[in-house]
């Protein structure tokens, strides 16, 4: 439904906190929580919240979550770096899905890697059990649903502290081909496998997720194809893209025609170019068009 979209929530236009904020908040106090308690008082949490074949094996399948909300101790880097890309690609994110489908990818992606993680070291010889914390698995399914979403999109990174501009697409295929190798070759002591499962989540789930019934119909990753509304009844309908029969006030025209005329050219506007492509008179057709159904 077109209610259903993130956009048509009003979630862009109010002031609340964004649900990535809140993420970040809770990663790093719990990052400080664990770190106070393995200093002061000697408290591990590996055996019991940390990710192992060991812990899955004896029925701790709890670890797939908890190993999320924990980081490598004292430095902070491991937690800082999950929180950077959670807040430069999760905030933008969740503005197009909304709070509760960012969500739900965030913890499929995380949950996804740690399976992966956990069936790569079993699988494969010479991979160590080692305890697998941290929150990268669902910090990288955010930042590959993002750069699928918006493949052309510029973004600005970090390469040995020295700013680098790339297109999205082209740091997903770097971060995914550098997961895959470290999945087959480890080459330190990083949970490569977790990173690529929850970059296949990510990618997975913006590339096919348009067959739902929600905001996820629009996006068509790596391409361009037109959605199909759910509330255009009739057959055929022709796009009068950006224009307006002046013979008839926008606000007298029934729903349905509001819909096709006004506002299913600004949704193929946002699937092309994105929310952020809008101009404040298509804005304020998205909060009237809002409006309407809310009437309905």
Same mark, same amino acid.
């Given at each position: ?23 970040? !908040?809770?990663?790093?106090? #719990? ?6 308690? %393995?200093? *002061? ?32 101790? =004292? ?6 770096? &999950? ?10 994110? %969740? ?18 890697? /740690? ?23 669902? #910090? ?25 501009? !790339?297109? #999205? ?11 895959? *190798? ?5 080459? @330190? ?8 499962? /929850? ?9 096919? @997720?348009? &067959? ?44 349905? %025609? ?6 299913? =050219? ?7 170019? @994105? ?6 008179? %298509? ?14």
């Amino acid at each position: 439904m077109l209610a259903d979209r993130s956009y048509m929530r009003g979630s862009s236009f109010d002031s609340r906190r964004p649900v990535a904020v809140t993420l970040i !908040i809770v990663l790093i106090v #719990a990052f400080v929580l664990q770190a106070l308690a %393995e200093f *002061y008082f000697g408290w591990t949490f590996d055996q019991l919240l940390a990710l192992s074949v060991q812990g899955i094996a004896h029925g701790y399948l709890w670890q797939l979550l908890t190993f999320q909300f924990l980081h490598s101790t =004292p430095w902070p880097w491991h937690v800082l770096g &999950n929180c950077l890309c959670l807040y430069f690609f999760g905030r933008a994110l %969740e503005e197009h899905v909304g709070p509760k489908r960012f969500l739900q990818l965030y913890f499929a992606s995380g949950i996804a890697g /740690g399976i992966v993680q956990v069936l790569t070291t079993w699988a494969l010889p010479h991979h160590i059990d080692a305890p697998v914390v941290g929150a990268s698995a669902g #910090a990288l399914g955010i930042l590959a649903a993002y750069t699928s979403m918006f493949p052309e999109q510029d973004t600005m990174i970090f390469l040995y502290f020295f700013p680098l501009r !790339i297109k #999205a697409k082209y740091l997903f295929w770097f971060l995914f081909l550098l997961s895959l *190798y470290g999945t087959f070759i480890p080459y @330190g002591p990083v949970a490569y496998a977790a990173h690529l499962g /929850g970059m296949l989540v990510g990618f997975t789930y913006v590339r096919w @997720g348009r &067959n739902s019934r929600d905001a996820w119909d629009i996006w068509r990753p790596f391409r361009r194809v037109r959605s199909q509304r759910e509330l255009v009844r009739t057959a055929s309908r022709k796009r009068l893209l950006w224009r307006r029969d002046s013979s008839k006030p926008v606000d007298d025209l029934p729903s349905d %025609e509001f819909i096709s005329r006004e506002v299913d =050219p600004i949704l193929d506007k946002i699937s092309a170019h @994105g929310i952020q492509s809008l101009t404040e008179r %298509e804005r304020k057709i998205l909060e009237a068009a809002r409006a309407k159904m809310s009437k309905r």
